[in-house]
T-cell receptor
């Protein structure tokens, strides 16, 4: 059974810092991996989608990497801003069905 | 971009009543939608897959008679929590894939349910 773990559970950094969020999964036979952002009491916003054949994806200040063999993904946020404060969720898809298995998230606070 | 809406955004009900939550795809058709549940400070857990024109597929441990799903049209799925109890209090989120646009799926804003 696939398990997705995110470390750390919470992170507080001053504005301007570069930071890395970690995601690990137990079954490396994934179809894809996605990073989402969730604001308090809100739905999810997709940030980056990495196919199993890809090693990284970039969007603006965000860069996500994928190492299937080791069961790891990282989300790198450059020059963090207070507006980046949210919970970041990692989710893996095991096949093309769109069903996702989520990690428990990392709550990020960027202090002004 | 594609938008998925949910209604209501929050609901408070008495124990024993039934609550219906709607999930709509606003500018695309969705033959499949997903319902997730999220308890406080926990992650999203997939409850069921809603299929237009056929029965929903439930994940292990989810009671199909308690969480009734109806995919009435290509833009609407409903989740009814029957005989709700306080332990059903949670944040319910739906998602809908946009077939033909890659693996993108869009999530609704969620419905917070509080059962007293």
């Amino acid at each position: 059974k696939q398990e997705v773990t995110q470390i750390p559970a919470a992170l507080s950094v001053p504005e301007g810092e570069n930071l890395v969020l970690n995601c690990s999964f137990t079954d490396s036979a994934i179809y894809n991996l996605q990073w989402f952002r969730q604001d308090p009491g809100k739905g999810l916003t997709s940030l980056l989608l990495i196919q199993s054949s890809q090693r990284e994806q970039t969007s603006g200040r965000l860069n996500a990497s994928l190492d299937k063999s080791s069961g790891r993904s990282t989300l790198y946020i450059a020059a963090s801003q207070p507006g980046d404060s949210a919970t970041y969720l990692c989710a893996v898809g095991m096949d093309s069905s769109y069903k996702l298995i989520f990690g428990s998230g990392t709550r990020l606070l960027v202090r002004p | 971009g594609a938008v998925v809406s949910q209604h209501p955004s929050w609901v408070i009900c008495k124990s024993g009543t039934s609550v219906k939550i709607e999930c709509r795809s606003l500018d695309f058709q969705a033959t499949t939608m997903f319902w997730y549940r999220q308890f406080p400070k926990q992650s999203l857990m997939l409850m069921a897959t809603s299929n237009e024109g056929s029965k929903a597929t439930y994940e292990q441990g989810v009671e199909k008679d308690k969480f009734l799903i109806n995919h009435a049209s290509l833009t609407l799925s409903t989740l009814t929590v029957t005989s709700a109890h306080p332990e059903d209090s949670s944040f319910y989120i739906c998602s809908a894939p946009t077939s033909g646009r890659g693996e993108t799926q869009y999530f609704g804003p969620g419905t917070r349910l509080l059962v007293l």
